[in-house]
Structures are given as C-alpha cells and as structure tokens.
C-alpha cells in the first residue's frame, strides 16, 4: 500500500497548477465565481475558458497527443480532476464532446468523421449534447421512438428527445434514434452525428427545481441527417453506445472529490456558525452525524481509490467501480440534508441571506439530480445486483 | 497510488482460508456452544504453525515483526467464519501493549511463547459499572516488598482457551495502572452467561494477587487508547469478514430460493437490499484497509482513520446481520442458519472497548473539530 505521487506526478500536478494561477479568469481564485446569468454571456464565458484551456494544453489530456492530447496516464488525470475541483474550476462546456463523443469517433469514425469534428471538439468552436433519454424511454433507454427514415439519400428525423444537457449551447448532438424495428430491443438503434443548426431542431430549456437550466427538451420535426453523419453502422448503434460508455476512465472522480470538499465546508460551517450562542459542532447531534459521514464520504473516496488500483493493475475497471456513482450521489444527498438540518430555521434561508455559504442552499436542491441522472439509483442497484452479485436479472431486462 | 494488499498478503489470505475451510468453517464456533473448548486449543496450534501468532511479535523475541496490515487477512478469514478463540486480545491488543510498554525482561518473559502459539493473554478491564474509562478502579494495587498486589472484582474477561496472562488496570497512588498478572493467581472466577455463546467471559476476583507493572504507573488509559488503536484495526477486519461472508450467503439463498415462480433474489425488495449490503460492504472494507495502513505506517490521521473505520464497521455488521435474517426469511429465524451467529457476534462487538458513539466522538476530537479540545479531553469518553 502506497498513497504516495510520484515526482513525475507531483510535476504535473505543479505544471497544472502555475497554469491555473495565470489563466483562470480574473478574481476566480479569490473568489469571484460567479457565472453570467443570460444565456449568450454564459456561452461565450464557458466557449471562452475551453479556448483558454485548449491554448495551454489542458482541455483534452487524455487523448493522444496526435490528436492534441497530452496521453496522459490514469494518475494524471486524477490528479488534473482533483486540481480543478480544488479550484473549483468553471464547467467544461463541451464536456460530451471530449469525454464521449471525441473519444468514440477516434475509435470507430471514419476518417471524414475524425477530420471535421474532432479538432473542433477540442478547441470549444463546436459543442456537443447528447440525444439520449426520451419522454418514455428514461431508464429503460431500448424505448426510444424517435425515428430516422431514409427518404431520397437523407434521413428525416422525428421525435423527441428530453434532459439533453447542454442542448440549448450545443451545435451538434450525438443523437440516437430507431432506423427500423426490431423483436430484439437493442437492434434497429442508429447513431446520428445531427446538426442542431436546421429548422427542423427546436430546443426548450427545463426549469430544474433549483432554477438552472441545464438541460432541454428537443423536438425533432423532420430533422435532417446524412449516412455521412452515422457513427458506426446503421442498426448497430448499441455497440457505439457501450462503446462510448467505456470512454469514460477517470468516471467519477471529479464528484469523488467535490463531495470531499462539500464535506470540508459544512465542517467549516458547524465549527464557525452559531446557534443559541454555541458553536453547532458543540452541539452532541451535529458532532455525531458529521462524524458518521466523515466515515463513509472518506470510505467512497478509499473505494475509488481501490477501484483505481485495480485499473492501474489490470488495465481496466473493476466489477466494483460500478459502486462508486450509487455511493457517492447518496452521500451527496445526504450530506446536504444534513447540513440543512443542522441550520435550524435559518436554513430557509439562501444566497446573500444564507447562514453560512450562498450556495449551500442551491446545492441541497441540485443534490436531489444527483441520484436520477446518468442512471438512477434503483437502475444502479439492479445492474450491481445482476453483475457483481449474480442475481438472476429483472423482470424487461 | 497502490491501495491493495500485496500479493504476498493475499497469498497469505488464499492459505489461512484453506485452513479455515479444513476447519469446516462455522464447525468450530459451534463445537464452543455446546461445550466442546479442545477446538480453540487445536486453531491456535494450527495458526501457530502457519506463523500467524508470530506476525506482530518482534524479531528480538523470536517473532516475525510483521506489521498491522499482515494481520488484515488473517483476521479477515478468521472473522468470516467466527473462529472462536483470544487470537484478536492477544495478537492485536496484548502484543502491542506489551511490545510498546513492556521492559526488555518483560517482553523476553512472555512474546517467545505468544509467537510459538504456547501461551495466550486476555484482558481484565471492565468493572461492575461498565464503563471503558471509568473516574478510578476499584480493583486496588497496593505495594508489597517485590511488587504490587491486586485486590478486586473484573468482570466481561474474555477467558476462551484458557490465557495464561490478563493484562488488567487497578488503582495506584499514582492513578490507574496496567499490570500483568498469572491466570494461575486468580482466586476465583464465575463464567457469566453471554448473548454470543461463542465467547466464553467470566467475572474474576484477585486477592492479593501479585502484579507486574505494565508501563508507567497511573497511564492505564493512555496506554491502552494507544493499543486499541491496533486492536480496533483488526477488530474491524474481522467484523469485514464476517460481512463478507453474510453478503455472499444472502445472495447465494436469493439465488436458489424460488417463490412466486422465481428466484426471491429477482424481486428488486430483495436484490436492492442486498445490494445495500454490498455498498456497506465495500464502505467497510476499505475503511479497515486504510486503518490498518494508518497504524502500520503510524500516518497522522491514525486516529481518525481507525475510529472511523470502527464506527461505521460496528454499525454496518450489525445491519448486514439483521437484514440477512430478514432476507431468508423463516429459515433466517432459526438455530439452524449460521446467520444468527453472525448477528450475535456484531452485537458482542459492538460495544467491546468503545461504543459508536465513542468512535465518532474520537474521531471528532482527533480531527480537532472542537475549538475548545481542553474542555472536552477533561473527561475521558464513556
């Protein structure tokens, strides 16, 4: 057992952070984080920061250096996530499209495919969504019914698509539709690389429960493809799907330690704020459940740490990293309703009015997405069931 | 980054779990509860021969100097099938105390015959009240011309295999003191009737019998936070193997046990919570790497890591037991089903040397949470 860096890691991770200290935006690091809030603004502040990041070598480290990537190793990545989570770094606006899209199409894209999009990708001129979920077809993903129909040469493209993150900044969307039906419910899917720029894409952004918009229901009415824009082959786009998935390799890091850092500020808010004159941590309740937490936020950040182990030596993911989404979205959500118990009335109470941190609040609310999006929690603990442990699969699996 | 046991470690753990398997796993908790103890006598050889007593014993006096996280699979294996024995008082609390306290003539006297397997020490701590660190004993140690005699009642000793040593604390007039006295001079002793009857305790009264001073006098607390330190790494491991073990034989009955025309293991009432199981488990177990890694590495959040690990080990046990029985179903009920051994040994855990409640408060402390520390170490948790 070692917990150590290596010198090469530690230079890295000096490299990586002179260079935040020089290019984050102005005031960020003292504290001015604060986003634009019109629509317009937050893209070009977000479009902006990736060109930042692009410029200095630092938006895409894990991809091979021909493509502009640095080739960086697992352990550099984690160490770039832990960096910028540390600095609480603005949002990677083309996230999808370095982290999934770029990746895939380096795998299975044909060489036009690679040529028009991947540097794009990289340099934030094109930003990408990802056409996943429909309004029937959430965790049961094989339900979709949008459907694309070969009409002299192009695709004409119909349906509806839900929770697109990023749909109402992005300028291309990984979309998945129906192409023909099939008995068997992972065939007939096709993979379409759609352009959001035509008249038959509209896009309306969600009001989430904690007043973001972050994600958009997208109505497709005779949306326009060609074979050229098909990932992989016609029918197969479930290979291309399971394919993307693996793309993802430092997984949950970045919300491993957020949640490590969510916990530092509510233990900085029980030791400095007050109640009846007392300091909340003195209080036997609060010192207690806070403890309980350290014990199992510190226990998922040591299973990811083993999960890591385990890829650094086999060269894949355990069984068991599958654990790390379900673990840490529960405590996240636990965490926040802790600390707003621990508030008292007061914790009504939000942004400048807030007890001790503006966000807090916000991130309670935002806390209750963590646990539905990118596979619930109840889909999570079915897949653990039927894989790790071997029980036998559920029912419409 | 290397967060795994090493290969040699793992081997190690494939070997005691063979051994382990030869003993018809669970056969020897049970040969304890009706009343055959030769079984402890016969693990203790066996695990002597493989070196497992020699382990945290120094080279010095003939041991092999292994550190805390060499006892991980050792204890791991032994937990899972409840081995009943002293193997976690002597190797994971007795040794330290005395490898840290103990004066050269009292290490030479007693470890050489603790690493061959010979000899097992067990501790006398508790009194009538209970508590773990009580104001003052009422167990007296008075000077004598060459030493010290202890006068005094001790209850919930752990005496299984028959220890030939109990490491006690009795008052001095410098405060509480650790002493070391011979099984042999014990004037009487009661077996008590225990929840797990795969541990045996007794209640034990000294009559002027002769101590050895462990250490300084008036430290017993000190010293023995600092040993439970170690003991509560490998207490932890146990109670992970034993989890392990629950979470494999839940899912295995889910597997087989057909009702409504299907395997219980498909409805998602009972595959979600065994799932739960699985999460606390891998929560647990990495919990106790880590604490085990602290104590071997003496790290700076030792504290921290081990009284985190313990609190949330202690509870976690606890809830795979109770939801194992409740996942089996009438069977789970039974005397028949291993299940209820394991709850009843999360339950003997539980409290043993520290509640939850003290871990978390430990764990606050050593993390220095509290602005006023002062106050608060003034008095000693429980």
Redesign the interface.
């Known amino acids: ?3 150590t ?1 290596t010198k090469k890691e530690e230079k890295f991770r000096g490299e990586l952070r002179g260079w935040l200290e020089v290019n984050l935006p102005k005031g960020w690091l003292q504290g001015d984080r604060k986003l634009p809030e019109d629509n317009e603004h937050y893209s070009k502040f977000l479009r902006d920061w990736q060109r930042t990041l692009y410029e200095g070598g630092w938006a895409a480290i894990s991809w091979p250096k021909e493509y502009g990537g640095r080739d960086a190793t697992l ?1 550099e990545e ?1 160490i770039y996530h832990q960096e910028m989570v540390r600095v609480q770094s603005p949002p990677l606006v083309n996230y999808i499209g370095i982290h999934m899209v770029a990746p895939t199409l380096m795998q299975m894209g044909t060489d036009a495919q690679k040529e028009e999009f991947i540097e794009k990708i990289l340099t934030g001129e094109q930003v990408w969504s990802q056409g996943y979920s429909e309004p029937g077809a959430g965790s049961d993903l094989t339900a979709l019914q949008t459907t694309a129909v070969k009409k002299d040469g192009k695709w004409v493209i119909n349906g509806q698509k839900v929770w697109t993150s990023f749909a109402h900044l992005a300028d291309r969307c990984f979309l998945l539709t129906k192409t023909s039906q099939s008995e068997k419910k992972h065939e007939g899917i096709t993979v379409f690389l759609l352009d959001m720029d035509q008249e038959g894409v509209e896009t309306r952004p969600i009001v989430q429960m904690d007043g973001h918009q972050e994600f958009n229901e997208v109505y497709l009415t005779d949306a326009i493809a060609t074979d050229e824009d098909i990932v992989g082959e016609e029918g197969k786009g479930w290979a291309v799907l399971i394919a993307l998935m693996l793309h993802e390799r430092s997984g949950i890091a970045a919300q491993v330690f957020t949640l490590e850092q969510q916990f530092d500020s509510v ?1 900085e808010m ?2 400095t704020v007050r109640v009846n004159g007392c ?1 909340l ?2 209080d ?1 309740f609060v ?2 459940g ?3 937490l ?3 936020i ?3 950040k ?2 990811y ?2 999960n ?3 890829t ?2 086999n060269g894949r993911p355990g069984p ?1 990293s599958s ?1 790390d989404k ?2 840490v979205s529960e405590l996240t959500k636990e965490l926040f309703d802790f600390a707003m118990t621990i508030q008292g009335h007061a914790g009504v109470l939000m942004n400048d009015d807030s007890v001790f941190s503006a966000e807090m609040q916000g991130q309670y609310l935002a806390s209750f997405g963590a646990t539905i999006g990118g596979g619930t929690s ?1 889909v999570q ?2 897949t ?3 894989r ?8 419409g699996r | 980054m290397d967060f795994a046991l090493s290969e040699e470690q793992e081997l190690f753990r494939t070997a005691i779990r063979k051994y382990m398997n030869d003993l018809d796993r669970t056969a020897f908790a049970r040969s304890v509860i009706s009343g055959n103890l030769d079984v402890v006598a016969n693990a203790t050889s066996g695990l002597a021969e493989m070196g497992v007593t020699a382990i945290p014993v120094s080279e010095e006096v003939d041991g092999l100097g292994l550190g805390a996280l060499d006892l991980v699979p050792v204890f791991e294996e032994t937990g899972r099938v409840l081995l009943p024995g002293l193997q976690l008082e002597t190797l994971a609390l007795a040794v330290p105390l005395l490898e840290s306290f103990g004066t050269p003539a009292q290490k030479a006297a007693r470890l050489p015959s603790v690493a061959s397997g010979e000899s097992s020490v067990s501790i006398a701590w508790y009194e009538r009240d209970g508590s773990l660190f009580p104001n003052s004993f009422s167990c007296i140690a008075g000077k004598t011309e060459s030493g010290y005699a202890l006068t005094g009642t001790k209850t919930l000793v752990p005496v299984i295999g028959d220890p030939d040593t109990f490491i006690t604390g009795a008052q001095t007039a410098e405060g509480k003191s650790l002493f070391l006295v011979k099984a042999s001079d014990v004037a009487s002793s009661r077996m008590l009737s225990v929840l797990d009857e795969t541990q045996q305790l007794a209640e034990i009264t000294l009559n002027q019998a002769p101590g050895e001073l462990l250490g300084e006098p008036g430290h017993a607390a000190e010293m023995l936070k600092e040993g439970l330190l170690h003991f509560n790494a490998a207490l932890c491991s146990s109670m992970v193997g034993g989890m392990d073990e629950l979470v494999k034989m839940t899912a295995e009955y889910a597997k087989i046990r057909v009702q409504f025309n299907q395997p219980i293991g498909r409805f998602q009432a009972i595959k979600h919570g065994i799932v739960n199981m699985k999460l606390d488990l891998e929560t647990a177990r990495s919990l106790s790497y880590y604490a085990a890694w602290a104590v071997e590495t003496n790290a700076t959040d030792k504290a921290a890591a081990v009284h985190s690990a313990r609190s949330f080990i202690s509870k976690a046990f606890i809830k795979a037991a109770a939801d194992s029985i409740q996942i089996h179903g009438g069977i789970g009920f039974t005397e028949e089903l291993d299940v209820q051994l394991y709850l009843k040994r999360a339950r003997y855990y539980e409290n043993y040397f520290g509640s939850v409640r003290d871990s978390r408060r430990a764990t606050a402390q050593s993390l220095e949470w509290h602005s006023t520390p002062a106050k608060r170490d003034a008095v000693p948790v429980s």
């Open positions: 057992m070692d917990f860096f352990m984690i233990i029980a030791k300091l941590i003195e036997p010192e207690d806070l403890a309980d350290y014990a199992r510190n226990g998922a040591l299973n740490y083993r890591i182990t385990h650094l030596k068991e654990l379900l673990l109840e603990r079915n653990i069931g039927e790790i442990l071997g029980l036998p699969k559920d029912l």
